[in-house]
T-cell receptor, first 113, second 112 residues
Framework: GENVEQHPSTLSVQEGDSAVIKCTYS??????FPWYKQELGKRPQLIID?????GEKKDQRIAVTLNKTAKHFSLHITETQPEDSAVYFC????????????FGAGTRLTVKP | DTEVTQTPKHLVMGMTNKKSLKCEQH?????MYWYKQKAKKPPELMFV???????INESVPSRFSPECPNSSLLNLHLHALQPEDSALYLC???????????FGPGTRLLVL
């Protein structure tokens, strides 16, 4: 089955700096890669996603890049703000069974004001 | 209605109790999921229902029993749980032709 690895496990940045979180996946059949943000005590919320036919996607301060050959994808947050502090999970879904989404271990991002 | 809702928000139960968690969505989604999330860990898939039929059971102990009475409702029946079953139980749903799963707020379960 799919195995998703995520790094780093914790990340601390100064407000206004950029943050980058990286994930690798094992199943070359995976074709959908969402990123979820989970604040303390809240539900995971989708912040951006990318499909395997696209190399990069941007939404305001958030961007995701995908390298299918290397089987890795990254989340980039620019001009970080304290409200970006949360746990971020990457995930991968295989095309064969798009019910079988697997998560990375998560990255706790802290943005210091 | 564009949300997944879950009740109750919090639940405390003893090891001999029987309780149920409820999840509801009115977005017409035909795939619904139960996940278990322990503190500082990612959500772990437990069950998947597709068109009201159980399609994935991730080797979950029989003390957890899912039920999908209709396309909008998903239940998780709990019986004889162990303290290690204490966790946040998340429900999610997915629309046809999309891969995106939308999560409910979860039920925080404590087993004493």
């Amino acid at each position: 089955g799919e195995n998703v690895e995520q790094h780093p496990s914790t990340l601390s940045v100064q407000e206004g700096d950029s943050a980058v979180i990286k994930c690798t996946y094992s199943d070359s059949a995976s074709n959908y890669f969402p990123w979820y943000k989970q604040e303390l005590g809240k539900r995971p919320q989708l912040i951006i996603d990318i499909r395997s036919n696209v190399g990069e996607k941007k939404d305001q301060r958030i961007a995701v890049t995908l390298n299918k050959t290397a089987k890795h994808f990254s989340l980039h947050i620019t001009e970080t703000q304290p409200e970006d502090s949360a746990v971020y999970f990457c995930a991968a879904t295989p095309s064969i069974n798009n019910n079988d989404m697997r998560f990375g271990a998560g990255t706790r991002l802290t943005v210091k004001p | 209605d564009t949300e997944v809702t879950q009740t109750p928000k919090h639940l405390v139960m003893g090891m001999t109790n029987k309780k149920s968690l409820k999840c509801e969505q009115h977005m017409g989604h035909r795939a619904m999921y139960w996940y278990k999330q322990k503190a500082k860990k990612p959500p772990e898939l437990m069950f998947v229902y597709s068109y009201e039929k159980l399609s994935i059971n991730e080797s979950v102990p029989s003390r957890f029993s899912p039920e999908c009475p209709n396309s909008s409702l998903l239940n998780l029946h709990l019986h004889a749980l162990q303290p290690e079953d204490s966790a946040l139980y998340l429900c999610a749903s997915r629309g046809q032709g999309t891969e995106t799963q939308y999560f409910g707020p979860g039920t925080r379960l404590l087993v004493l």
